[in-house]
């Protein structure tokens, strides 16, 4: 059949199909496992706000957010749960990049439940509702975020603006394997208090998600306009009342790619991320189309780090001791 159809086309025709189908090939090999491993290269933790119709510099519309989707999923991302990247744990094919999602603020568009003659279901236009239905279509690309939110603001921001469901939510983040991080109470400023009130807002933050979802370990922290307190030391460990808390990643608002974790510069308590706003994720994604060898390619074996030998001596040796290196 396929001699028929190329039998009735202009060679002109002919060549032009040809190079569509070996574009088209190309790229879908190089997502697929082509690029040879280095799992030292860059990885994208990419940071969203607000979720909602109207456009603003903080702002992604449901279009921008199922494009964004597709365009890392065509170009060969797979996600990555924050808690693994800083494990070292990559567990994605062979060929794909990984890409941590991440949400600030509990915004309602980020996870919004429509309530229709009394049922309840996740609206299909918020970043849950999207994420879920990527994930149905295209299973490979996995569904893991980290939503940093804060249990104390003023609404629409306190726990996704709808209070009846403030606790339901928290639990079916949860449930549906997605991570909730810490933002502190309210979206303090850390620089302009002491170490109790610092320590006052990041413990009252894990105390209010635990709360909801008894024992759920909080060990992430997104700074509040990427700022620090005075030592970092607060933000790290503490406890106020009968909470405490450790982070062992504290994620700024900025920054551009972050490090491997296999990376001897990778330093988990200053991870940078990128704004998901305008077109800053297309260029970022096409850059790095046109340089495959500075981003992280994965080898698909968790228990094992590959990268070309004339790195070698950027890979962290201290760190990640199980782990086999493979170095080619
Ligand atoms: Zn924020």
Redesign the pocket.
Known sequence: MEKTIMRKMSAAAVTCFLMLFFTASSHVSGAAGALAPNELGKVLILEY?LIQPEPSEWARTAQDFRRDLDLLYSSGYRTLALSDYLQGKIEIPAGTHPVIFTF??SSPGQFRYLVRNGKKEIDPDCAIGMLLDFRKRHPDFGMKATF?VLPGAKEPHKLFGQPEFETEKLKELAALGFEIGN?TLW?ANLKHYDAGVVRKQLASAVQAIQAAVPGYKVHTL?L??GVYPRELAWAVDGSYGNTTYHNDGILKVSGGPAFSPFDARWDPLHLPRIQVTGKALERLVHYFDLHPNEIFVSDGDADKVSFPAALKAEFNSRGFKSLRVVAY
């Open positions: 706000h600030d603020d940093f933002h979206h997104a509040p306009y």
